[in-house]
């Protein structure tokens, strides 16, 4: 018998997704080039980016809702009772609280039970920690199984809500073939920087992210270097990053400082391939897909020591304490002067980026979806 898997995937017609959309949208597109026979609906918001189509069993489903409690709580298991799907999968942390369809839930992290930092004024990032905290503790029981994205947030998770591990699986995330070492980058590179050989820091005004230090360092770089490199730094608020710098006393970086705003995905292998370093350092990564892909493009990567980093990195990749600014500064100065060194980082990072695709992701989960759906529908089995 084919099943109807339901797969929520709310935000991947959005213009400026991010890291969650990302994922369900290759799981998607992996699922549809592997799976010809079972029947998928996708259920999405309206937004301007088509970016899933349907196919003969792949059935996608706009739902329109003023919010997203709205649309997740109520129209998402109101439709996918509609549809028929006898299995749903909740693909972003939180999954809707009266729904008689099995559940899946791919739960990437728990970053909203640990301590808040009170300096986020983020609205939207705020709304999205309170949401959380109320949504997830009351559904990890309804859930068939739980899905997360690496050893770190498996023990992670059960260690802090006590579930049994029978209950959760863990699939890694992957990267898109897209990300790979390219020549003639300028062309791209060059809408965000007029110049090669960047220093790269992807951030945002979470705390989490760590921009605060990571300035801090750059600025202690460019006291050490002497070539100075410039720092394009993507989707940051130019008012959060002015109150860093008056803090901590660096107005000197500002002139060697690049800020486009968002960067389109589909423009990041070029900025990767014509960075000279990517920046990582963040406090707490659940996966860390932006690692991978400046490896996979031979890009050294400096991230941190912290959470799933090292898992993902691996052991030989540059490691450091990301409380320390001046190890940040440190390894961004010797990858600057030992040839030797930066050409070894080169090649462990093209190494590792090798052990993890979409294509083993999606193969993953449609063997967790094959396992759920015989347990809830013996009726069904061979």
């Given at each position: 018998?084919?099943m109807r898997?339901?797969i929520?995937?709310?935000?991947i017609f959005?213009?400026?997704?991010?890291g969650m959309?990302?994922?369900?949208?290759q799981?998607?597109?992996?699922?549809?080039?592997m799976?010809r026979?079972?029947?998928y609906?996708?259920?999405v918001?309206?937004g301007?980016d088509?970016?899933v189509?349907?196919?003969?069993?792949f059935?996608?489903?706009?739902?329109g809702c003023p919010?997203y409690?709205?649309?997740?709580?109520y129209a998402?298991p109101?439709?996918a009772?509609?549809t028929?799907?006898?299995?749903?999968h909740?693909?972003?942390n939180t999954a809707?609280?009266?729904c008689k369809i099995?559940?899946i839930?791919?739960?990437h992290?728990i970053?909203f039970?640990?301590?808040?930092?009170?300096?986020?004024r983020s609205?939207?990032?705020n709304?999205g920690w309170?949401?959380?905290?109320?949504?997830?503790?009351?559904?990890?029981?309804?859930c068939?199984r739980?899905?997360?994205v690496?050893?770190?947030e498996?023990?992670?998770?059960i260690g802090k809500l006590?579930l049994?591990?029978?209950?959760?699986?863990?699939?890694?995330?992957g990267?898109?073939?897209?990300?790979?070492?390219?020549?003639?980058?300028?062309d791209?590179?060059?809408?965000?920087i007029d110049?090669?050989g960047f220093i790269f820091?992807?951030?945002n005004?979470?705390?989490?992210?760590?921009?605060e230090r990571?300035?801090?360092?750059y600025a202690k770089y460019l006291?050490q270097s002497?070539?100075?490199?410039?720092?394009?730094?993507?989707d940051?608020?130019?008012?959060?990053l002015?109150?860093?710098?008056?803090?901590n006393?660096?107005?000197?970086i500002?002139?060697?400082?690049?800020m486009?705003g968002?960067?389109?995905?589909?423009d990041?292998?070029?900025i990767?391939?014509s960075?000279?370093a990517?920046l990582y350092t963040?406090?707490r990564?659940?996966f860390g897909?932006?690692?991978?892909?400046a490896?996979a493009c031979g890009?050294?990567?400096?991230?941190?020591?912290?959470s799933?980093?090292p898992?993902i990195g691996?052991?030989?990749a540059?490691?450091?304490n990301?409380?320390?600014?001046?190890e940040?500064?440190?390894?961004?100065?010797?990858l600057?002067?030992d040839?030797?060194f930066?050409a070894?980082?080169r090649e462990?990072?093209l190494r590792?980026?090798?052990?993890f695709s979409?294509?083993q992701?999606?193969?993953q989960?449609?063997?967790?979806?094959e396992q759920?759906?015989?347990?809830?529908h013996p009726?069904h089995?061979?």
């Amino acid at each position: 018998m084919a099943m109807r898997i339901g797969i929520e995937a709310q935000r991947i017609f959005r213009n400026n997704k991010h890291g969650m959309d990302y994922v369900v949208l290759q799981e998607i597109l992996e699922l549809q080039k592997m799976d010809r026979q079972n029947e998928y609906y996708v259920f999405v918001a309206p937004g301007p980016d088509h970016c899933v189509t349907d196919t003969m069993n792949f059935h996608v489903i706009e739902i329109g809702c003023p919010t997203y409690p709205l649309w997740e709580q109520y129209a998402l298991p109101k439709v996918a009772a509609e549809t028929g799907v006898e299995l749903l999968h909740c693909t972003s942390n939180t999954a809707p609280l009266r729904c008689k369809i099995p559940l899946i839930l791919t739960l990437h992290d728990i970053i909203f039970l640990e301590p808040r930092d009170k300096q986020n004024r983020s609205f939207y990032q705020n709304a999205g920690w309170l949401y959380r905290r109320l949504v997830v503790p009351r559904i990890l029981g309804k859930c068939r199984r739980i899905i997360t994205v690496s050893d770190f947030e498996l023990q992670n998770i059960i260690g802090k809500l006590q579930l049994p591990r029978e209950q959760m699986a863990m699939i890694y995330n992957g990267y898109n073939d897209w990300f790979r070492p390219m020549e003639n980058t300028s062309d791209v590179s060059r809408k965000y920087i007029d110049e090669e050989g960047f220093i790269f820091f992807l951030g945002n005004t979470d705390p989490k992210k760590n921009t605060e230090r990571t300035l801090v360092a750059y600025a202690k770089y460019l006291e050490q270097s002497k070539v100075g490199r410039r720092l394009l730094m993507a989707d940051l608020d130019r008012q959060y990053l002015d109150d860093i710098i008056s803090r901590n006393g660096i107005g000197h970086i500002r002139e060697k400082l690049v800020m486009p705003g968002y960067i389109p995905n589909s423009d990041l292998p070029y900025i990767y391939n014509s960075a000279f370093a990517f920046l990582y350092t963040s406090l707490r990564e659940s996966f860390g897909i932006p690692l991978l892909e400046a490896m996979a493009c031979g890009t050294p990567v400096i991230t941190s020591n912290t959470s799933s980093m090292p898992e993902i990195g691996g052991q030989d990749a540059i490691l450091v304490n990301p409380e320390q600014a001046d190890e940040i500064a440190a390894m961004l100065l010797r990858l600057e002067n030992d040839d030797a060194f930066y050409a070894e980082q080169r090649e462990v990072g093209l190494r590792r980026a090798e052990l993890f695709s979409w294509r083993q992701t999606a193969e993953q989960l449609f063997n967790l979806y094959e396992q759920v759906y015989a347990e809830t529908h013996p009726q069904h089995r061979p």
